[in-house]
């Protein structure tokens, strides 16, 4: 059942209420909005169990819901990021060849930087 005259409280606002205006409407403070909001997202709560727990209607509450999820999705949420500087690619050495070799359908380029071994085993393999 909920309390339109406020008088179950025994005092002069209830929780959460900021003010009566002249027409009787209660205005509640952000914090107690976002309290009772808070306990309907709760697993397995009842919006309306949760409304008349605080002595309010479940369309009002429902209207606070939506109220703050938009609310919500206009702020942007940003996520911090931490700036590393990617390595640089050293480009591949430019490779320049001293001596090409012909084999049939293929060449055998042996590079400045060939060592004698590696010469010498290719001109074995080759006679």
Excluded at 13 to 32: C, K, M, N, S
Excluded at 38 to 51: F, N, R, T
Aim: hydrophobic share 45%.
């Amino acid at each position: 059942m909920v309390d339109t005259r406020l008088e179950s409280r025994g005092r002069g606002l209830a929780d959460g209420v900021r003010q009566i205006d002249a027409a009787g409407r209660r205005w509640y403070t952000h914090a107690f909005k976002q309290q009772v909001v808070a306990e309907c997202l709760q697993p397995d709560a009842s919006v309306s169990k949760v409304a008349v727990d605080h002595g309010l209607n479940p369309n009002l509450v429902r209207k606070w819901i939506a109220n703050l999820e938009r609310d919500s999705e206009s702020e942007v949420k940003l996520l911090p990021v931490v700036a590393t500087p990617e390595p640089l690619h050293e480009a591949p050495p430019v490779w320049r060849h001293v001596v090409e070799i012909p084999v049939g359908d293929a060449v055998i380029l042996i590079g400045e930087n060939a060592s004698s071994e590696v010469i010498r085993t290719i001109v074995r393999a080759l006679r």
